[in-house]
């Protein structure tokens, strides 16, 4: 049982490029979500999936993807990556009250 | 301007202190997370409080809801090193919208 697993750790990334930021989690949880956390800002929501084929948007959606074809994986894509998206981003996934966190990717964008 | 305000932003205390932290909000929420983050790690879930004046304990750590459902504290008693971390709070009212507050930096000396 892994719980919620991300890849990659790190990553540099140039301004335009674009990057897919892999999560997957074993233990067949609905709720699935993706974070960013800055500095003096807190965790903050940035998509979420109650299910395989539902996704929406949290709190701040802008310049970010998410699908989610299985209950597994939840897939987050940098579509034309700028330096404002340099952060820590964390998956999570969440049964009721529940809810368990990845050990997070660090972006860097130059 | 965050949605939940955490103080103190940091606090250094020797080990066997006491201390406390807060979460505070203008908002009601319908339930309340509070999350322990260490270096290059996701948040992990400490407990979940959901009815206004509730208190749980957790070993050395107690938490509380405010009557009103705006606010929590956190308590820990006999500070020890291994208590060393970034305390988060996290507030819901539905449970697709999690509020993250920025946290609490806690050092504990030995």
């Known amino acids: 049982n892994a719980g919620v697993t991300q890849t990659p750790k790190f990553q540099v990334l140039k301004t335009g490029q674009s990057m897919t930021l892999q999560c997957a989690q074993d233990?067949?949880?609905?709720?699935m979500s993706w974070y960013r956390q800055d500095p003096g800002m807190g965790l903050r929501l940035i998509h979420y999936?109650?299910?395989?084929?539902?996704?929406d948007q949290g709190e701040v959606p802008n310049g970010y993807n998410v699908s989610r074809s299985t209950t597994e994986d939840f897939p987050l894509r940098l579509l034309s990556a700028a330096p404002s998206q340099t952060s820590v981003y964390f998956c999570?996934?969440?049964?009721?009250?529940?809810?368990?966190f990845g050990p997070g990717t660090r972006l860097t964008v130059t | 301007t965050q949605l939940l305000e955490q103080s103190p932003q940091f606090l250094s205390i020797q080990e066997g202190e006491n201390l406390t932290v807060y979460c505070n909000s203008s908002?009601?929420?319908?339930?309340l997370q509070w999350y322990r983050q260490e270096p290059g790690e996701g948040p992990v879930l400490l407990v979940t409080?959901?009815?206004?004046?509730e208190v749980k304990k957790l070993k050395r750590l107690t938490f509380q809801f405010g009557d009103a459902r705006k606010d929590s504290s956190l308590h820990i008693t006999a500070a020890q090193p291994g208590d060393t971390g970034l305390y988060l709070c996290?507030?819901?009212?539905?449970?697709?919208?999690?509020?993250f507050g920025a946290g609490t930096r806690l050092t504990v000396k030995p």
């Open positions: 999936s109650v299910g395989a084929g539902i996704t």
């Open positions: 999570a996934s969440r049964y009721f009250y529940e809810q368990y």
């Open positions: 908002s009601v929420f319908s339930s």
């Open positions: 409080v959901v009815t206004g004046g």
């Open positions: 233990m067949n949880h609905e709720y």
């Open positions: 996290a507030g819901s009212n539905n449970n697709n919208d999690m509020r």
